[in-house]
């Protein structure tokens, strides 16, 4: 049993034949995919997406790389997004000063009305934090009081800046690249991070696994991403799948025993 915590299935990758790759998943034992929004659209399509498939959850927010976009009548309509049933966080929101694509101070910003959005309707935030830990940290220490619980996705630190986020209550989301050889510091992360603290994504349609690296990404390879880590931690397949499941319903109020229905609502 294995959820993917991150997947972008609003994106034209999957609009071709959007069943087949949800029956790949589920062969593979995904019983549950979590569709990001990314900017008001996609957080709309997430959103449907979720309504109309059993097994999609969505969540609504504007990425770092969208901050401009961010206004007040846009932060009301995310909010009206938001209190729709089957969508369990914000996000994803936060920092990117790799791609640097907008103005850093319009970043910050962006990343804390979004904070307050999921602090008042009491749920989970997705941040998407790249080369900017040190910012974040100053951000969101404000809210660490108010904020319900928060997921670093596709976690790009090294164990010092995880010790840092796992002492302020957060989770750490393995995307698919802890699978290649070079992915060293991904490695030890997903080996010492305290097994209640994590959970797996895809990422798709970015970040494939090896042995699909290149290619696109689905949610049904997220099978090899939870090997890589059994190899790391010295675990089960299953003892992976069944952990990591539960900490999903832990940050995303999914339960275990009807997984169809979000118990938060
Ligand atoms: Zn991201
Ligand atoms: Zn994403």
């Given at each position: 049993m294995l959820i993917d915590t991150h997947a972008h299935l609003d994106f034209p990758e999957f609009s071709g034949d959007l069943a087949s790759t949800l029956s790949r998943a589920r062969e593979n034992g995904v019983v549950n995919i979590i569709s990001i929004g990314i900017d008001i659209q996609s957080s709309r399509r997430a959103a449907e997406l979720a309504a109309l498939h059993p097994e999609i959850y969505a969540t609504v927010g504007v990425h770092p790389h969208g901050a401009r976009e961010l206004d007040g009548l846009l932060l009301s309509d995310l909010e009206g997004l938001a209190a729709r049933e089957r969508v369990v966080a914000v996000g994803e929101i936060g920092l990117d000063?790799?791609?640097?694509?907008?103005p850093r101070a319009v970043q910050r910003k962006c990343l804390e009305q979004q904070l307050e959005l999921a602090c008042a309707a009491g749920m989970p935030a997705v941040f998407h934090i790249r080369d900017a830990f040190d910012d974040f940290f100053k951000v969101v220490e404000g809210f660490l009081s108010s904020l319900k619980v928060g997921v670093l996705h596709c976690f790009s630190g090294d164990w010092g800046v995880a010790k840092v986020c796992l002492d302020m209550g957060f989770y750490l989301s393995i995307p698919g690249t802890v699978t290649y050889p070079k992915a060293t510091a991904q490695q030890e992360v997903a080996r010492l991070?305290?097994?209640?603290?994590i959970l797996l994504e895809t990422d798709c349609p970015y970040l494939a696994p090896m042995p699909y690296r290149g290619k696109v990404n689905e949610p049904a390879y997220i099978l090899y991403t939870a090997r890589k880590i059994a190899e790391l931690r010295g675990c089960s397949l299953e003892e992976i799948g069944e952990r990591t499941t539960a900490n999903v319903c832990a940050v995303f109020g999914i339960a275990p025993e009807n997984r169809w229905k979000n118990v938060s609502q």
């Amino acid at each position: 049993m294995l959820i993917d915590t991150h997947a972008h299935l609003d994106f034209p990758e999957f609009s071709g034949d959007l069943a087949s790759t949800l029956s790949r998943a589920r062969e593979n034992g995904v019983v549950n995919i979590i569709s990001i929004g990314i900017d008001i659209q996609s957080s709309r399509r997430a959103a449907e997406l979720a309504a109309l498939h059993p097994e999609i959850y969505a969540t609504v927010g504007v990425h770092p790389h969208g901050a401009r976009e961010l206004d007040g009548l846009l932060l009301s309509d995310l909010e009206g997004l938001a209190a729709r049933e089957r969508v369990v966080a914000v996000g994803e929101i936060g920092l990117d000063y790799y791609r640097d694509r907008q103005p850093r101070a319009v970043q910050r910003k962006c990343l804390e009305q979004q904070l307050e959005l999921a602090c008042a309707a009491g749920m989970p935030a997705v941040f998407h934090i790249r080369d900017a830990f040190d910012d974040f940290f100053k951000v969101v220490e404000g809210f660490l009081s108010s904020l319900k619980v928060g997921v670093l996705h596709c976690f790009s630190g090294d164990w010092g800046v995880a010790k840092v986020c796992l002492d302020m209550g957060f989770y750490l989301s393995i995307p698919g690249t802890v699978t290649y050889p070079k992915a060293t510091a991904q490695q030890e992360v997903a080996r010492l991070a305290p097994m209640d603290r994590i959970l797996l994504e895809t990422d798709c349609p970015y970040l494939a696994p090896m042995p699909y690296r290149g290619k696109v990404n689905e949610p049904a390879y997220i099978l090899y991403t939870a090997r890589k880590i059994a190899e790391l931690r010295g675990c089960s397949l299953e003892e992976i799948g069944e952990r990591t499941t539960a900490n999903v319903c832990a940050v995303f109020g999914i339960a275990p025993e009807n997984r169809w229905k979000n118990v938060s609502q």
